[in-house]
T-cell receptor
Framework: EADIYQTPRYLVIGTGKKITLECSQTMGHDKMYWYQQDPGMELHLIHYSYGVNSTEKGDLSSESTVSRIRTEHFPLTLESARPSHTSQYLC?????????FGSGTRLTVV | GESVGLHLPTLSVQEGDNSIINCAYSNSASDYFIWYKQESGKGPQFIIDIRSNMDKRQGQRVTVLLNKTVKHLSLQIAATQPGDSAVYFCAEHTGGFKTIFGAGTRLFVKA
């Protein structure tokens, strides 16, 4: 049973809409991450956090933002969704090394 | 630049046979390596890891081999089962937040 939860699992929205993808973990992990992944392809790091009030951009240029107000919560926000944002978004957390991943949010922007 | 790449994008094996999934890495400073399994519709799940001071580590039906001389990592699955069908990612960790994932190998298990 995963201890990291992502909602929604699937989302179809129109271009220009603002959306927030939710991620919560109950393991008390300090480090959290957001990855973007096209089906069967590699993972691209878009944001990460060391802990509360700490966020950094990852390797992949992204038009999204994140916040880390509580240890367990790491939401990802797209201010204005575009079709190019269509992808799967995976949240993960860790203490050191190995990650625990959520089941992902599959986003489609039409 | 740094990369973790897999030699084969797909691998098809007969049920009951052993599977070997390979991975090349380029950063000799990497000190920790992890294999993940990703089933359809799910996030990657940890399978097994190995630190750079080891050459081999065994788990339940899985073995990871690390060859630092040629910067090569492999995952061996014994007696492959239909439930092993998935995409397998290797990941390379160089400290801090520097974890690099490979592109993935899709394993098909034929009944």
């Amino acid at each position: 049973e995963a201890d990291i939860y992502q909602t929604p699992r699937y989302l179809v929205i129109g271009t220009g809409k603002k959306i927030t993808l939710e991620c919560s973990q109950t393991m008390g992990h300090d480090k959290m991450y957001w990855y973007q992944q096209d089906p069967g392809m590699e993972l691209h790091l878009i944001h990460y956090s060391y802990g509360v009030n700490s966020t950094e951009k990852g390797d992949l240029s992204s038009e999204s933002t994140v916040s880390r107000i509580r240890t367990e919560h790491f939401p990802l926000t797209l201010e204005s969704a575009r079709p190019s944002h269509t992808s799967q978004y995976l949240c993960a957390s860790s203490v050191t090394g190995a990650y625990t991943f959520g089941s992902g949010t599959r986003l489609t922007v039409v | 630049g740094e990369s973790v790449g897999l030699h084969l994008p797909t691998l098809s094996v007969q049920e009951g046979d052993n599977s070997i999934i390979n991975c090349a890495y380029s950063n000799s400073a990497s000190d920790y390596f992890i294999w993940y399994k990703q089933e359809s519709g799910k996030g990657p799940q940890f399978i097994i890891d190995i630190r750079s001071n080891m050459d081999k580590r065994q788990g339940q039906r899985v073995t990871v081999l690390l060859n630092k001389t040629v910067k090569h990592l492999s995952l061996q699955i014994a007696a492959t089962q239909p439930g092993d069908s998935a995409v397998y990612f290797c990941a390379e960790h160089t400290g801090g937040f520097k974890t690099i994932f490979g592109a993935g190998t899709r394993l098909f298990v034929k009944a």
